[in-house]
């Protein structure tokens, strides 16, 4: 019942900005951690950011300062921004919602960012 999907992915010069969405359905948002992953071709999917059911966020040093991590409980939807992008941001980036239940996390089917002049 409960699908991730992400949006606003594409292709952005170094320095410019980019922000994804990732929309959820079913009835789990209210209560689910929310995250933002990547994975780069021959890399490990690594944690970007994320922000709690009660809207803490939390970031990987490597995006601290540039992006943004925040939430709409009312659309049932997570947002990144991302500022001052560089090639190294260039991934495919996921969605992730973690209701804290015995079925386990949800993850989206991604949306690709590429960092290139």
């Known amino acids: 019942q409960v699908q991730l999907v992400e949006s606003g992915g594409g292709l952005v010069q170094p320095g410019g900005p980019l922000r994804l969405s990732c929309a959820a359905s079913?009835?789990?948002?209210?209560?689910?951690?929310m995250g933002w992953y990547r994975q780069a071709p021959g890399k490990q999917r690594e944690l970007v950011a994320s922000?709690?059911?009660?809207?803490?966020?939390n970031y990987a040093d490597s995006v601290k300062g540039r992006f943004t991590i925040s939430r709409d409980n009312a659309k049932n939807t997570v947002y990144l921004q991302m500022n001052s992008l560089k090639p190294e941001d260039t991934a495919v980036y996921y969605c992730?919602?973690?209701?804290?239940?015995?079925?386990?996390?949800?993850w989206g089917k991604g949306t690709l960012v590429t960092v290139s002049s």
């Open positions: 992730n919602a973690d209701p804290k239940r015995p079925a386990g996390d949800y």
């Open positions: 079913g009835s789990i948002f209210i209560i689910s951690d």
């Open positions: 922000i709690t059911s009660g809207g803490s966020a």
